[in-house]
């Protein structure tokens, strides 16, 4: 069975914003995936989770730093889900690299109403430093953490 979701081309573009990568336009038209729109973005064996944003001149766009967590840079090519817009109830987080100590109280505010799924990896610029970290598990399998999300932590 085929996966599902949609092709995209991740690129480089004058028409988004610098520390920003675009997505192909006409791919979006026809996935139906407009600005604010929950997704999964899949590369190389891993997921970002994230809300599709709209970039300089009409143009969708994703941090660039985002998209180098899984693996993706200028012309690549990335499969790209809705995610369904649920509130998690329930997630465990690992930490695969972290500058600093990970509060989950401080991480429950950077993560709240952002969406993740299981698998997916998360990059949170704290104040102290940046902390990169894999959702093992979420439930429901995906969705929108929220201020009462219980978050758990493993290294």
């Not at 970039?55 to 993706?72: L, Q, R």
Request: glycine share 10%; hydrophobic share 45%; net charge negative.
């Amino acid at each position: 069975m085929p996966e599902e979701g949609y092709l995209v081309v991740v690129e480089p573009s004058d028409s988004v914003a610098p520390g920003k990568l675009a997505l192909d336009g006409d791919s979006l038209a026809k996935a139906g995936l407009a600005e604010g729109t929950p997704v999964e973005i899949s590369a190389n064996g891993k997921k970002l989770a994230l809300i599709v944003e709209r970039g300089g001149k009409g143009a969708a766009a994703i941090n660039a730093s985002d998209a180098e967590s899984i693996g993706v840079d200028n012309l690549s090519l990335a499969r790209m889900r809705k995610i369904r817009p649920r509130e998690i109830k329930a997630v465990t987080l690992e930490v695969i690299d972290a500058d600093v100590p990970v509060d989950p109280a401080a991480l429950r505010l950077h993560l709240a109403l952002k969406p993740i799924s299981e698998g997916s990896i998360v990059t949170v610029t704290l104040q102290e430093g940046v902390v990169k970290i894999r959702v093992k598990e979420c439930e429901p399998g995906e969705g929108i953490v929220s201020y009462n999300t219980v978050i758990k932590l493993t290294y």
